[in-house]
């Protein structure tokens, strides 16, 4: 399909353990995002990426957390020594860039730390 | 930090009514999105309104961003079982990265 798409869907993993989240963007779609939604709860943003750089990381709460973008394309999430407060679902977004507004939004992985 | 407060965050009603679900912050926004996300699935985008005072329809949705570019609500006429969802605000920053603030989301239930 077209759409942003992200691996794996579910994910359950011990405390303590790295995790890796894989997003695929919408081909051609230069801006790239990473959201965080706790249960019952809106979204945060963690990381913006333009292109393979990524000049806003403010969301990101702690240095357990790291993301990086190869090719303008594929970005991995990485959670180092999950904590059980990590648990939640982990969504991407793209955009196309320029002056436009509009993010689409992968389905999400859910992670569960146990 | 910028916030957006959306409310309710809940609502039951039955089908037919008529219902209207409000964003506000006291910061201004580049644009305002209105997303849907069903369980299990990333939110589903169904409108940005970009100019103060904009008015946006579809279908049955009213849209309106406020002319201060501050707030913003989604009205629903003669809601049906099928708009069950989460309803998302989020709005765009002014600046650099464009990314998104979201409200808490309302979570709506029409009842046959």
């Known amino acids: 399909g077209a759409g942003v798409s992200q691996s794996p869907s579910n994910k359950v993993t011990e405390k303590g353990k790295d995790v890796e989240l894989r997003c695929d963007p919408i081909?051609?779609?230069?801006?790239l995002y990473w959201y965080r939604q706790r249960l019952g709860q809106g979204l945060e943003f963690l990381i913006y990426?333009?292109?393979?750089?990524?000049?806003?990381k403010s969301g990101l709460p702690s240095d357990r957390f790291s993301a990086e973008r190869t090719g303008e394309s594929v970005s991995t999430l990485t959670i180092q020594r999950t904590q059980q407060e990590d648990s939640a679902v982990y969504l991407c977004?793209?955009?196309?860039?320029?002056?436009?507004?509009?993010?689409?939004f992968g389905p999400g992985t859910r992670l569960t730390v146990t | 930090t910028q916030l957006l407060e959306q409310s309710p965050q809940f609502l039951s009603i039955q089908e037919g009514e008529n219902l209207t679900v409000y964003c506000n912050s006291s910061?201004?926004?580049?644009?305002l999105q209105w997303y849907r996300q069903e369980p299990g699935e990333g939110p589903v985008l169904l409108v940005t309104?970009?100019?103060?005072?904009e008015v946006k329809k579809l279908k049955r949705l009213t849209f309106q961003f406020g002319d201060a570019r501050k707030d913003s609500s989604l009205h629903i006429t003669a809601a049906q079982p099928g708009d069950t969802g989460l309803y998302l605000c989020?709005?765009?920053?002014?600046?650099?990265?464009?990314?998104?603030?979201f409200g808490q989301g309302t979570r709506l239930t029409i009842n046959p």
């Open positions: 977004a793209s955009r196309r860039g320029g002056p436009s507004y509009e993010q689409y």
């Open positions: 081909s051609g779609h230069t801006a």
């Open positions: 990426f333009q292109g393979n750089s990524a000049p806003d």
């Open positions: 910061s201004v926004f580049s644009s």
């Open positions: 309104v970009v100019t103060g005072g």
């Open positions: 989020a709005g765009g920053a002014l600046q650099g990265a464009q990314k998104l603030v």
